[in-house]
Each structure stands twice: as C-alpha cells, then as structure tokens.
C-alpha cells in the first residue's frame, strides 16, 4: 500500500514538473510565434478554425472554378450567375449568396497580411521571420489588388447585357483568379517569384511554410 503511494507521488510529482515546463516554454515562445500560427494554423472566425491564409486559398479555388465556368459559357446568364459565384467567394460582402464558405478571399488574405505584419514586428522576432515576412506580405498585397481588380470587373459584367463584352471580362476575371492562386509571371521570365505584381497565394503560403520551417515551427 505503501509502495503504491510512493509511487503515485512520483507519478503526480513528474506530471507536474512536465506542465511547469510545457508552460514555461510557450512563455519563452517568440511574441511573432502567435501571429503566425494566426495566419498558418488557426483563427477564431474561420471555416472550421483554419488558419487565415488557408481560408483565403480555399475560397480561390472556388472563386477560380467559377471563373472558368463563366469563361467558358456562351450565354450572357450563365456568365453572370458564375460570376456572381466569383463574388461571393471572392468577397460574400458584396454577394451574400454562393458556393463559398462566407469567408472571403479578401478577408482571409488581408487578414494574413496584418498577422504576417505584427509577427515581423513583434519584440524578438528573428531575422527569418522578418525575411520571410516581407515575402509573405508582398504576395498577399498582390492577391488583394487582384481581388480589388475582379470585383470592379463582374461589377461591368453585371451592368452589361452585351453577351460578347460579359465574355470578354468573364475571360479577364478568370485569369485574375489564376493569378491570385499560382501568382503571376509579370516579368516573363518562365518563373514566378514573390514580388510585387508576381506572388499570389501559392507563393504566400510557400514563405510562410519556410518561415514556420525557420522558426521551428511544427
């Protein structure tokens, strides 16, 4: 009896220790290590809690989809009704309706953006995070001035009732929504990097793996 007590203190001793270290571990957790699981990992007010930048990626995968849909109809309904999918995934404030999740590329990838920024500006974060910070929020700037430039366009598309010209801007949004998920090879090169007119979510979520990698982060 009590051997077994002597050996449930230790039991209750060790998992004590293991607690007081696992705390004072996260305590010593750079500040930036937060904002970063904020736009990789988690966040509160996404579908299913993702991470921000995995929500925005998703709904540009929709929003892509349905480009390619309104590219390729012939008929002027069938070019608004995806295009209004377009919207809704590409931000549901403007069309409340659709096939996204409510989400929103805008809200996922600007919301990414601001937690990218507090990371790289947190007390103590590493030159890593700096680095690839800048990376991360040079391409997430991109997505948003494309996402800006697809709603001015389904807005003419809406406002037409010339089936050739809602075609014309159907094929136009379809390749903003190809940039904004693989990026854009604005300088012709045959590569597309992270820069200012190039990086897209794929480019986003590649530095943010790299910088995660860096930091150490599972």
């Known amino acids: ?11 209750l001793g060790t998992a004590i220790v293991l ?14 290590h937060a904002h970063i699981g904020h736009a990789a990992d988690g966040w509160r007010d996404t579908p299913e809690g ?6 925005a990626v998703a709904e540009a995968a929709i929003a892509q989809t349905h480009a390619g849909l309104a590219a390729g109809s ?7 009704r995806h295009i209004g999918h377009v919207v809704h995934a590409i931000d549901p404030t403007v069309r409340e309706s659709g096939p996204g999740n409510g989400y929103g590329v805008v809200k996922g990838a600007s919301g990414a953006a601001t937690h990218i920024g507090l990371a790289a500006r947190s007390e103590g974060a590493s030159d890593n995070v700096t ?14 001035e494309w996402a800006r430039e697809i709603l001015e366009l389904a807005a003419r598309v809406e406002g ?8 014309d801007l159907a094929g136009q949004i379809h390749e903003l929504t190809q940039s904004i998920v693989d990026g ?10 992270w820069g200012s007119g190039e990086g897209g979510l794929a480019q986003a979520t590649l530095h943010l793996n790299l910088m995660k990698r860096g930091e150490g982060i599972n």
Not at 3 to 9: D, S
Not at 19 to 32: E, F, R
Not at 74 to 80: P, W, Y
Request: proline share 3%.
């Open 1 to 11: 009896m009590k051997l077994t007590a002597i050996r449930l203190g230790v039991l």
């Open 19 to 32: 607690a007081v270290a696992g705390q004072a571990v996260a305590q010593d957790a750079p500040a930036s």
């Open 50 to 55: 993702v991470g921000l930048l995995p929500a």
């Open 74 to 80: 012939s008929g002027i309904d069938g070019i608004k």
């Open 131 to 144: 680095l690839h910070g800048n990376h991360v929020g040079t391409s997430l700037e991109n997505v948003q």
């Open 160 to 167: 037409t009732s010339d089936a050739a010209r809602a075609a």
């Open 184 to 193: 854009h090879d604005a300088n012709d090169d045959d590569r597309i990097g």
